[in-house]
């Protein structure tokens, strides 16, 4: 179902990704999914949309969406804050627009925010951000805890 020019935007996206996470995507017709690093049960998606891309951290494991909203819930911050955080470190200036969170239809646990960009090298930079800020969260950075 993809239209040509959203394929072809999808591919730039891709070829623009660091190496650190073109090795954990994958390349569809319309979507990139990227496995989230450190192993855990989860990935983000990117789907271009007819006003930008559709940009989401999913997860089928419970216990790690709770960990996420429990470290939300215990620093009080606001995940379109931290998402700014991660963006202005990455040279971005521009609308950081709303992050939502939900249980879809597949009964998975969804972050997501309909970035308004088509470009591919800002949405590129989106997801560098989005990871960056959820890696940061709850057991998204993994069990290598060092003692």
């Keep these: 179902m993809g239209i040509p ?15 650190s996470l073109r090795s954990l995507a994958q390349l569809t017709e319309d979507l990139i999914q990227v496995k989230a690093p450190h192993d855990v049960d989860a990935w983000y998606e990117l789907k271009a ?3 930008g891309c559709l940009l989401a951290l999913m997860t089928k494991d ?4 709770e960990s996420i909203e429990g470290d939300l819930e215990h620093t009080g911050d606001e995940l379109e804050e931290l998402f700014e955080e991660e963006l202005v ?33 800002e949405i ?14 709850g057991d998204m950075g993994g069990e290598d805890e060092e003692d």
């Design 89 to 121: 470190e990455l040279n971005w200036d521009g609308e950081v627009p709303p992050l939502r969170h939900f249980r879809d239809d597949l009964r998975q646990y969804v972050f997501s925010c309909e970035w308004p960009s088509k470009t591919p090298n």
């Design 5 to 19: 020019e959203d394929e072809h935007t999808m591919n730039e996206i891709y070829d623009q990704l660091p190496e």
């Design 124 to 137: 590129t930079l989106a997801l560098q951000a989005m990871v960056a800020m959820f890696t940061e969260l």
């Design 49 to 51: 949309t007819e006003n």
């Design 62 to 65: 419970r216990w790690l969406s």
